[in-house]
């Protein structure tokens, strides 16, 4: 409270004139609601922006935060004039989440301190942890003022005027792991899938696609370039459709999976006169099968990475049936007296890294019982996902600008779009100097992406030398930095295409989680 009684002290209309880029940087980027600071969650690095302005710029900033803090506009509006990317006031590094910080700090009666509406962490999250109506309003700033408004009201009989209370209890119990339902199949939560594509930065609608295609089929294949997200989607979306760890299983296909690995198969075991005896011992398919037939109310999710891996009609055997007939069964090879079948809440989600081997190379028959879900950097749902992930991290945009250029030669060079480069590689932290950043990336480049080019353009060293990294930084390095913007500190928009809660960046992620963005393989 003291901090922040002496950073609404600084932000004072009498005194906005004077505030100074370091102290504008420390009322900004503070915030971690567990280390007694003020506004929740946590801020994503150091607001590299206000460095970035000149003088005339920094004073027309600090106009536009005396406009939010102490104009006679409604809330609502003056929220949005400093958000809104039409907006006469909307200025790089004024983003929700600090326009969120400045008003809780200056008017805590007012305004919750929390930094963002959207996401896993936001406002809307909290809502509905609560049991609260989602927020109404036509405009985001009016949605933002309405949760504000329903949390307050919740919260005030335990916490009275203690806004900052509120933030770090409704904070506090986001991270807390919710007690698991007793599920049926239809029992999905909309709200839980909007949070999943808010922290994926992708639409609610293609997360609500793959779900309808897993209730069609039961099965879907992620497929496209490595580093495109196909694995941590496929992880996080498990965990939304089936919350018990017990009822997720992941196995990975190499060239050596066999039928016996996957389902069931003869192992060595030990016999009571010190030999060696065999039985028949349980593949991870088989003890899935086994739990979601002991508990039909409750979906259970199987992650197949790398699927394309295997050898499928060696591994899958008469299995391949049974993935389009459910409700029927058949005598398995190592069991032809016990009929075997797949229950219905069991459904497969597996990914498809189409580097290694073209979709085409892939069983018609294994195609026929899969929906194919197409992963691709230019297009669809992971076209700009980079440029979304460093707008939300407040790393610098021009590293987004520079890989969706090459990518597009690599499109008319490789003649598809089965081997661009995934956003997942650049998702990095690069640092406050232009320097740095451009040692992150070399680094990034010559030892991830360049042995990648090597193998696509083999025994053509001029267009290999067209795509190492020096080359690279003086075709589209500086075009790609003098166009981008100067980052800012995290917007949080609602969407992807101006639906409510499609795109919205949970602005704390990294301050309770590990870096979702590097997970092993990424897919």
């Known amino acids: 409270m003291r901090l922040r009684e002496e950073w609404a002290g600084k932000l004072a209309s009498e005194n906005i004139a004077d505030l100074s880029r370091l102290d504008l940087t420390a009322v900004a980027s503070h915030g971690t609601w567990y280390a007694g600071t003020y506004v929740y969650p946590h801020v994503q690095g150091v607001m ?45 590094g004024l983003g929700h989440s600090t326009t969120s910080r400045l008003l ?10 929390v930094g963002v509406q959207g996401g896993k962490w936001g406002r809307a999250a909290m809502l509905r942890r609560l049991g609260l109506p989602k927020p109404a309003g036509s405009s985001y ?59 994926l930065l992708v639409s609610a609608k293609f997360v609500e696609d793959i779900v309808e295609l897993l209730e069609d089929k039961k099965q879907v294949i992620l497929y496209g370039p490595p580093g495109t997200g196909k694995t941590y989607l496929a992880r996080e979306l498990a965990e939304v459709l089936a919350p018990d760890e017990s009822r997720r299983a ?22 009571e006169n010190g030999g060696i005896s065999y039985k028949l011992t349980p593949g991870p398919l088989a003890r899935m099968a086994k739990l979601a037939s ?15 891996r295997g050898n499928l009609p060696r591994v899958l055997g008469e299995l391949l ?4 007939y459910r409700g029927e069964s058949v005598r398995t090879l190592y069991r032809p007296d016990k009929p075997f079948s797949l229950p219905d809440n069991l459904w497969f989600i597996g ?69 661009l480069l995934g956003p997942s590689h650049f998702m990095k932290a690069y640092g406050d100097s232009r320097h740095d950043q451009h040692e992150r990336l070399r680094r990034i480049w010559e030892y991830n992406i360049e042995p990648f080019i090597e193998d696509q353009f083999f025994g053509d060293p001029g267009k290999i030398d067209r795509f190492r990294f020096d080359a690279v930084m003086r075709s589209n390095g500086r075009t790609a930095e003098s166009d981008a913007d100067a980052s800012d500190d995290g917007d949080d928009p609602e969407s992807t295409d101006g639906s409510e809660g499609e795109h919205a960046a949970a602005d704390g992620d990294a301050a309770t989680e590990p870096d979702s963005t590097q997970t092993e393989d990424e897919q």
């Not at 002991?294 to 394309?308: L, T």
Request: glycine residues 8%; aromatic residues 10%.
């Open 351 to 419: 990914t498809m890294n189409t580097a290694d081997r073209s979709i085409a190379l892939v069983d018609a028959a294994l195609r026929r019982r899969f929906h194919f879900v197409p992963f691709f950097p230019d297009t669809g749902a992971m076209a700009g996902l980079l440029g979304r992930w460093l707008e939300r991290e407040g790393e610098p945009a021009w590293i987004g600008d520079l890989v969706d250029a090459v990518n597009n030669e690599l499109k008319s060079e490789l003649e598809g779009s089965h081997l």
């Open 321 to 324: 049936f049974l993935l389009e």
């Open 48 to 92: 590299k922006w206000i460095k970035a302005l000149d003088s005339d710029e920094y004073a027309g900033m600090l106009d536009h935060i005396r406009y939010l803090c102490w104009s006679d506009d409604e809330p609502w509006r003056r929220y949005d004039q400093l958000t809104d990317a039409r907006s006469s006031r909307k200025t790089t």
């Open 104 to 113: 809780a700090i200056t008017h805590p009666q007012d305004f919750l301190a």
């Open 250 to 271: 992941l196995v990975q296909f190499h060239p050596s999976t066999s039928y016996e690995d996957f389902f069931e198969g003869y192992r060595p075991a030990g016999a």
């Open 294 to 308: 002991e508990a039909p109310g409750q979906r259970h999710v199987m992650i197949i990475d790398e699927i394309n």
């Open 141 to 199: 700033g009016q949605r933002v003022m309405d949760a504000d408004r329903r949390l307050r009201e919740h919260l005030e009989p335990h916490f009275g005027d203690d806004t900052l209370g509120m933030g770090a209890f409704v904070g506090w119990m986001l991270v807390q792991k919710p007690p698991v339902a007793k599920v049926t199949e239809d029992s999905i939560d909309p709200g839980e899938l909007e949070e999943l594509a808010d922290e």
